[in-house]
């Protein structure tokens, strides 16, 4: 999601916190806000590259980080649970810090869903194992072959959910043929593969 609706949403809580707290006010917006930096994080660790002039490298790393093997250090349930157990042992400034991040995961969440029909929060240690089977397929060279069968799930999964023209069109705008056009796919593979990946 961009940064705007994040934006507009931690104003908005940082509304009434500002009443009794004007520093918890402060903590609720930007949690809100720039818990995304990890998604530059992660940009730069995949590509090797700092993203000097974004938003240019990011919106083409957009697309992989959502049908791609990702890592979001901050995107995750282990995250939500952490900052949870602070608010709760500690309270104060955590207790604004976890209402920012968790309604920005939930924004994230509500998105991926009626967007893709997928839930792009996830286990941080789930992502972990799955970018690591990457890095051994690359390891292998043999990314590409790791990479179309990922798209055919991908693929499978959005054409099992909204059928097959629409499926299709919404894979499109994923980038995902145009980055992997060059193989045919694989239409054996359905949704149920998908969700193996969850
Ligand atoms: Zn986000």
Request: charged fraction near 20%; include cysteine.
């Amino acid at each position: 999601m961009k940064l705007l609706p994040h934006a507009t949403a931690g104003a908005i809580l940082s509304v009434p916190v500002f009443v009794w707290s004007p520093s918890g006010a402060l903590i609720a917006f930007l949690s809100t806000t720039l818990i995304d930096i990890d998604h530059l994080l992660f940009y730069s660790l995949h590509t090797g590259r700092i993203p000097l002039a974004p938003p240019g490298p990011v919106s083409a790393y957009k697309k992989w980080s959502y049908f791609g093997p990702r890592v979001q250090l901050l995107h995750n349930y282990e995250t939500l649970l952490v900052i949870s157990a602070l608010a709760w042992f500690y309270g104060g400034l955590f207790v604004y810090a976890f209402l920012g991040i968790a309604i920005h995961l939930i924004m994230d969440q509500a998105e991926g869903y009626s967007r893709y029909r997928f839930f792009r929060i996830r286990s941080l240690a789930g992502d972990f194992f799955r970018y690591r089977s990457y890095r051994k397929a690359l390891r292998a060279g043999s990314e590409k072959e790791y990479l179309v069968a990922w798209r055919d799930d991908w693929l499978g999964h959005l054409r099992h959910v909204f059928g097959e023209e629409k499926g299709s069109e919404i894979g499109e705008k994923c980038g995902i043929f145009n980055t992997y056009k060059e193989t045919g796919i694989d239409m054996s593979k359905t949704g149920a593969t998908w969700r193996d990946l969850l």
